[in-house]
């Protein structure tokens, strides 16, 4: 039996109203009646899914786990503990901010305790309304970070050509860091060798779980490293076409029509 699901959320087991659905609520409670151990993956902070774990009955509840930050962070849902953490500096922080500046894009710089966004939009101010608050601020530099953690940054645009050939650009500038994209809208830049696999990794050693007996479920490039990782790799139907070739397995059901309950029946539980 597979004990840990790993699971993103935007798109994956969130619908787009961020709600979880009745069907996937259910499936997570029947698996984890049955001793598993179900993870929200996230590449936001963990205090945003503070409404997800409601709604699954994580909330303060020991013996659950979320792995936020793609991967930056794991926290023990029961105090808010922090059992892992691995940060950008902040030179490779401010060197991205002032590059940034040339651009097209919002950018999200991430504390522990804060999302910092410089140049927003309507469109991205309407994306995060309900996934996570933010600051705005308007500097010249990151200067005003300077001493604090610095878990990661990204840039935004609904573009994801341009977001593609930013990055080929900032190769030079990035060759030290994991670079991923997400949620159709994200360039994202974490720690060398911090992503949501090595998350994984991470917290199955934490609960002494051996990796072959974990499920990841993801839909977008920031779930890939995951995917490839778990003893099971899931995309979600709505998973980005190019990536289907790399899962495992990819459901008939999109995160709208309890794709993750899908999963956890006809794979964790064999029904």
């Known amino acids: 039996m597979y004990r840990l699901i790993a699971c993103d959320l935007d798109e994956t087991l ?27 993956a996230t590449g936001r902070p963990f205090w945003t899914a503070e409404g997800t774990l409601k709604e699954i009955g994580q909330y303060r509840r020991k013996g659950s786990y979320v792995i936020s930050f793609n991967g930056g962070a794991i926290t023990r849902n029961e105090d808010d503990k922090l059992l892992f953490f691995a940060g950008i500096t902040y030179e490779q922080a401010d060197n991205l901010f002032v590059k940034g500046k040339q651009y097209d894009v919002c950018q999200h710089i991430y504390t522990l305790d804060t999302v910092w966004a410089y140049n927003m939009n309507p469109g991205e101010m309407d994306y995060l309304n309900g996934r996570q608050a933010f600051t705005e ?9 300077k001493g604090q953690d610095i878990v990661k940054c990204l840039y935004e645009n609904t573009d994801t050509d341009y977001l593609h050939r930013i990055a080929k650009e900032l190769d030079p500038m990035t060759a030290d860091m994991d ?11 974490n720690k060398k060798g911090v992503n949501k696999g090595t998350g994984l990794q991470h917290l199955a050693s934490i609960l002494g779980i051996d990796i072959k007996d974990t499920i990841a479920i993801g839909d977008n490039y920031n779930d890939l490293s995951m995917i490839k990782d778990a003893g099971l790799g899931v995309g979600v139907a709505n998973t980005v076409e190019e990536m289907k070739p790399l899962c495992d397995v990819v ?3 999109t995160c709208e029509e309890d794709g993750v309950a899908e999963v956890i029946y006809k794979y964790a539980l064999n029904q």
């Open 251 to 253: 459901t008939e059901h």
């Open 137 to 145: 601020f308007d500097h010249e530099d990151l200067s005003f970070l």
């Open 179 to 189: 670079v991923s994209y997400s949620s159709n809208r994200y360039l994202e830049f």
């Open 14 to 40: 969130l619908r787009k109203d961020k709600t979880v659905s009745l069907g996937n609520r259910k499936a997570i409670a029947d698996f984890e009646a049955a001793g598993g151990i179900f993870v929200c």
